[in-house]
């Protein structure tokens, strides 16, 4: 069946949602530190966060730590459309303002950082891409007649990717360091969405309206695995200055499993059936993306940090998707393959923080971070609320109890609020020239606050 049908170049298994954090589908970062400072980690001397930001750095850890933390966030994501189809807008065609459900994201993490004689281990499992959103936008026509009501939720994504790293890193001298880490990378992908079918492909204007259009439900669930490596450097220029740069490399994760199609009927409709569904087989490579950049840390006196990080993250990967099927549309047609044109942008973030040592082992963190968007006009919809470039104000305390000679024990507590800038897309766009719409129009708004704790144990 050609995509055209059903409408497949609308983004079937493009992980997108309103928990984001950072750009695209990336979150703030790992570790209870390094998201405090707003990602200004890349100088982080021997905590057990390096292993993902600049492994390094690992190379000056001078005793075993442990750290775990999770994070709570809270995005309150809202969309106007502004599409003008008859049945697309449906309830909402007074262009009110749609709210994403409300929904609360648990973001947890391990971190280990050992010594040794020739070089220094770690291990880590943490989450440096996921996403998730439910979304109401459809509902029938005025006129359309179906005894089977419309999945309420409608719209939605979950995207995890649950990283299990190991790292080594090893001083090449009393300045200069090295490091590597790297494994595997667990990603889920779970989307729902609606298609709008012209009812006479052939002939999309020789249907009245509201019969214009055949609702469908695509719902997917697709899973896989890929591998990544970090590669670090870090330099001790002076008592007072770190330098340091590190890049993070992945491949393809290659995601398989099935997508379940269901199309609703007008009591007009030649099938003799309220609803038809099917399912097929589904497949594509999914790049993660690319990142280098370099960090600094300078030390005006033994209690004051600055730090500053710059990232430079390659999402043009992230440009045609090709979707493969194995099996038939609810009206039993064979599913062609799919391409699925995002032509994403790369992007910089500039990340900054201080971290104030008080005494008696209470410590202060500020971080600031500001991130472009990669997502063109020409592909953004409800389910990419990565809406514009956004500032987010980070901070925390942490308090260290001595437990024993060498041994200590830290409780960490801090908060993130992340601004973006509104969108206003008015018209429909076709990026790759199919002569088919890749984005949704209307009027994207986005905040997102956050809580994080955590806790690390050093002997």
């Known amino acids: 069946m050609k995509r055209t049908v059903w409408g497949l170049s609308l983004g079937i298994l493009i992980p997108v949602a309103?928990?984001?954090?950072?750009?695209?589908?990336?979150?703030?970062?790992?570790?209870?530190?390094?998201?405090?400072?707003?990602?200004?980690?890349?100088?982080?001397?021997?905590?057990?966060?390096?292993?993902?930001?600049?492994?390094?750095?690992?190379?000056?850890?001078?005793?075993?730590?442990?750290?775990?933390?999770?994070?709570?966030?809270?995005?309150?994501?809202r969309y106007q459309p502004y599409t003008?189809?008859?049945?697309?807008?449906?309830?909402?065609?007074?262009?009110?303002?749609?709210?994403?459900?409300?929904?609360?994201?648990q973001i947890p993490g391990f971190l280990m950082v050992v010594p040794g004689k020739f070089a220094n281990?770690?291990?880590?499992?943490?989450?440096?891409?996921?996403?998730?959103?439910?979304?109401?936008?459809?509902?029938?026509?005025?006129g359309w007649h179906n005894p089977e009501p419309y999945p309420e939720i409608d719209w939605s994504s979950d995207l995890q990717v649950l990283s299990t790293y190991v790292g080594i890193a090893r001083k090449i001298n009393d300045r200069l360091a090295?490091?590597?880490?790297?494994?595997?990378?667990?990603?889920?992908v779970n989307l729902q969405r609606v298609n709008l079918v012209p009812a006479d492909p052939q002939d999309p204007g020789s249907v009245p309206l509201p019969y214009s259009y055949i609702p469908v439900d695509v719902q997917s669930d697709v899973k896989g695995t890929g591998f990544g490596v970090n590669l670090g450097l870090f330099y001790r220029a002076s008592d007072q200055l770190d330098m340091a740069f590190s890049t993070r490399l992945y491949s393809p994760v290659s995601l398989?499993?099935?997508?379940?199609?269901?199309?609703?009927?007008?009591?007009?409709?030649?099938?003799?059936?309220?609803?038809?569904?099917?399912?097929?087989?589904?497949?594509?490579?999914?790049?993660?993306?690319?990142?280098?950049?370099?960090?600094?840390?300078?030390?005006?006196?033994?209690?004051?940090?600055?730090?500053?990080?710059?990232?430079?993250?390659?999402?043009?990967?992230?440009?045609?998707?090709?979707?493969?099927?194995?099996?038939?549309?609810?009206?039993?047609?064979?599913?062609?393959?799919s391409?699925?044109?995002?032509?994403?942008?790369?992007?910089?973030?500039?990340?900054?923080?201080?971290?104030?040592?008080?005494?008696?082992?209470?410590?202060?963190?500020?971080?600031?971070?500001?991130?472009?968007?990669?997502i063109p006009d020409g592909s953004i919809d409800p389910l990419i609320?990565?809406?514009?470039?956004?500032?987010?104000?980070?901070?925390?305390?942490?308090?260290?109890?001595?437990?024993?000679?060498g041994k200590a024990l830290t409780f960490y507590l801090g908060g993130e609020y992340i601004s973006f800038g509104d969108r206003v897309v008015y018209q429909f766009m076709d990026v790759n020239n199919d002569h088919e719409s890749d984005n949704m129009p209307g009027i994207y708004s986005l905040t997102i606050g956050a809580v994080n704790f955590g806790l690390s144990v050093a002997f």
């Open 84 to 105: 003008g189809l008859v049945g697309y807008d449906g309830g909402y065609s007074t262009r009110l303002d749609i709210y994403a459900e409300a929904q609360t994201f």
């Open 178 to 188: 090295v490091g590597l880490s790297g494994g595997a990378n667990f990603t889920k």
């Open 256 to 337: 398989s499993g099935n997508t379940d199609f269901t199309a609703y009927f007008p009591d007009t409709a030649q099938t003799h059936a309220w609803k038809l569904s099917s399912t097929a087989s589904a497949s594509t490579d999914f790049p993660l993306p690319h990142n280098f950049g370099v960090g600094f840390a300078y030390r005006p006196s033994e209690q004051l940090t600055f730090r500053l990080d710059l990232d430079y993250t390659l999402w043009s990967l992230f440009d045609v998707l090709v979707l493969e099927f194995d099996g038939l549309g609810p009206t039993g047609e064979p599913l062609d393959s």
């Open 339 to 374: 391409v699925i044109a995002k032509n994403w942008n790369n992007t910089l973030r500039v990340s900054g923080g201080l971290e104030y040592d008080y005494g008696n082992g209470f410590r202060m963190r500020l971080g600031v971070y500001y991130d472009q968007s990669p």
């Open 385 to 405: 609320p990565d809406i514009s470039e956004k500032l987010s104000f980070n901070g925390g305390l942490s308090y260290t109890y001595p437990l024993a000679e």
């Open 18 to 77: 309103s928990a984001l954090w950072a750009g695209g589908f990336a979150l703030s970062g790992v570790g209870i530190r390094a998201l405090q400072l707003g990602g200004a980690a890349r100088t982080l001397a021997g905590d057990p966060s390096t292993i993902f930001w600049n492994p390094a750095a690992l190379a000056y850890a001078n005793h075993t730590e442990i750290q775990l933390y999770n994070t709570t966030v809270m995005p309150d994501a």
């Open 121 to 142: 281990v770690s291990i880590g499992v943490f989450a440096p891409f996921g996403l998730g959103a439910k979304w109401d936008l459809y509902d029938y026509p005025l």
